[in-house]
């Protein structure tokens, strides 16, 4: 299981985190892909989670991290060198779906990395 960051109102990386969820609709659970220096001055993206969305200034959970994905600037056509936040998202966190022998349906996945945390 990977760890999970407390986010609270005194840390440095708050007030960006509450400017994204706020720009979000104040949900329960939200993601963030930054290109630029956020989270403790580290690119890559994160999935929060709040657990009172109806205070103020809530506490932030980071569940998932990863870096950002990253090319060969030489050659753009080879695969990344390092698959990022990014296209594990649209990896759908590596979940695989199937029917097992007894015909239920079964998701599997790997624990989701915590990077940034």
Known sequence: MATIKKIESTDSDYDAIHAAWVANGRPAQFDIYFQEDLIDGQDGGAIFQVLDVSADE?????????????????????????????????????????????GRFRIEQDDAPNELA
């Open 58 to 102: 809530p506490d932030f959970y980071m569940r998932y991290s990863k870096k950002p994905t990253l090319f060969n600037e030489d050659s753009a056509s080879e695969r990344p060198t390092q698959r990022g936040y990014m296209l594990l998202s649209q990896d759908y966190w590596k979940a695989q779906y199937h029917f097992d022998r007894e």
